[in-house]
């Protein structure tokens, strides 16, 4: 009974997730100025992609079962991208905020160690030319 109802579905009604793949690939882009967090999202959404290509092509040959598979298997692919990178952006926010609460110093002692030699090695150009 079933199998009846799922071969008489219409062209087209299976869904594709293909613009969750992508939304998951643009974030997975992001992802390395975490420390390479992103790159198991990157792979996976490509993957998801791919997957959701085929499904349009399962239907054109009228392969419901393999359709549905390849629809499930894009779902599950830009789902775990998605949520795996919502969490590493949470935790690099969370990270963020407990470095601004307990040592505020911290945030900006970079930017003035990378500007500091920029000033030192200037003012020894100019006071030798003087």
Wanted: aromatic fraction near 12%; include cysteine.
């Amino acid at each position: 009974m079933e199998q009846a109802q799922t071969n008489t579905r219409e062209k087209g009604s299976i869904k594709t997730y293909l613009w969750q793949n992508i939304v998951a690939f643009v974030l997975s882009i992001l992802g390395p100025m975490f420390f390479l967090a992103g790159l198991p999202p990157f792979i996976m959404s490509i993957m998801g992609m791919l997957y959701s290509r085929q499904v349009s092509v399962f239907e054109k040959q009228g392969d419901i079962a393999k359709a549905t598979l390849c629809s499930e298997m894009a779902g599950n692919y830009a789902r775990f991208s998605i949520w795996w990178m919502f969490f590493v952006y949470l935790v690099a926010l969370i990270t963020y905020a407990v470095i601004q609460m307990t040592m505020p110093e911290m945030i900006n002692m970079e930017v003035m160690e990378i500007i500091t030699p920029m000033h030192g090695k200037m003012k020894s150009i100019v006071t030798s030319t003087n």
